[in-house]
């Protein structure tokens, strides 16, 4: 069986778990998990192309694998300290990861977004990523509004005052791809978002009416089995009432018989009587 060690390397480039996960030795239990919580969303198995899943699944196993160590404070302390691990435990290897990823994190709501980008914008979380993202591209509007999340050109306004504020503050170089953007470049991100918006409102659309079939077809199947199990129950009263109704009468019959037969003997006996004192 390939070791954890090589699966890292393999996977991921590194063969030490802090590495892997692109946090420091002192990360604290909390940063261990968002670190961890934020690289197995990039690999859930849910979450990726088809032609990718597999591999994507062996690398949300790997991350689970290490999660499962450094979560834990003796085994983290036994690794720092050497670098040991327990590879061959039962409890690592027989985990369900699906699961045990869902019993970390809680299903995110569409409210719970909702509430985070009103909390993000203007925070200093967004500053913080605005400046990653315009130091990384040297001031490509382009890739900052990909890259720095709840943005679109909408927003387009409100982030240049801040970059142009951080350019005069000094906190940031002065980039002519962001000072200097030409209006052709502009149009083109205007009319690309536009479409995707126009796309991204279209298959809201499409999962609506998705939706609203999916309730109506269930309403109709529990009309169809209410009615049904109505129909079931009336026949089963039409029986019975039949089975009643025929018993009765099969108990009538049996006692015109006997009474028939009762005046047949009691004739014969009278008749007999008759003879003999004749």
């Not at 192309?49 to 994507?56: H, L, R, S």
């Not at 949300?60 to 036994?78: A, M, P, Q």
């Not at 052709?184 to 918006?197: D, F, L, T």
């Amino acid at each position: 069986m390939t070791s954890l060690l090589d699966l890292c390397e393999q996977y991921f480039g590194a063969r030490d778990f802090y590495e892997v996960l692109k946090i420091s030795r002192k990360a604290t239990d909390k940063q261990v998990k968002k670190a961890y919580h934020q690289l197995s969303l990039l690999v859930h198995p849910d979450r990726v192309e088809e032609d990718i899943k597999a591999e994507a699944t062996e690398k949300f196993k790997v991350l689970g694998r290490i999660y499962s160590i450094l979560s834990d404070s003796e085994k983290r302390k036994i690794y720092d300290q050497s670098g040991q691990y327990d590879e061959e435990s039962e409890e690592v290897m027989m985990r369900n990861w699906a699961d045990y990823w869902k019993s970390l994190f809680k299903k995110i709501s569409v409210e719970d977004i909702n509430n985070y980008e009103k909390n993000y914008k203007g925070s200093e979380i967004e500053i913080k990523d605005l400046k990653r993202a315009y130091m990384d591209s040297k001031g490509d509007m382009d890739y900052i509004l990909e890259t720095v999340p709840f943005t679109s050109c909408d927003d387009e306004p409100r982030l240049h005052s801040i970059i142009q504020g951080l350019i005069e503050k000094g906190e940031v170089p002065e980039y002519k791809a962001f000072t200097e953007e030409n209006d052709k470049k502009k149009q083109r991100r205007k009319r690309k978002w536009a479409k995707e918006a126009e796309e991204a409102e279209r298959l809201e659309k499409m999962l609506k009416i998705e939706n609203e079939e999916n309730a109506a077809a269930n309403d109709l199947a529990l009309a169809i089995q209410s009615r049904n199990e109505a129909r079931a129950s009336q026949s089963d009263k039409f029986f019975d009432s039949l089975i009643d109704k025929y018993a009765n009468m099969a108990g009538k019959s049996t006692k015109k018989k006997n009474s028939s037969a009762m005046k047949t003997v009691k004739t014969a006996k009278s008749t007999k009587r008759t003879k003999r004192k004749t």
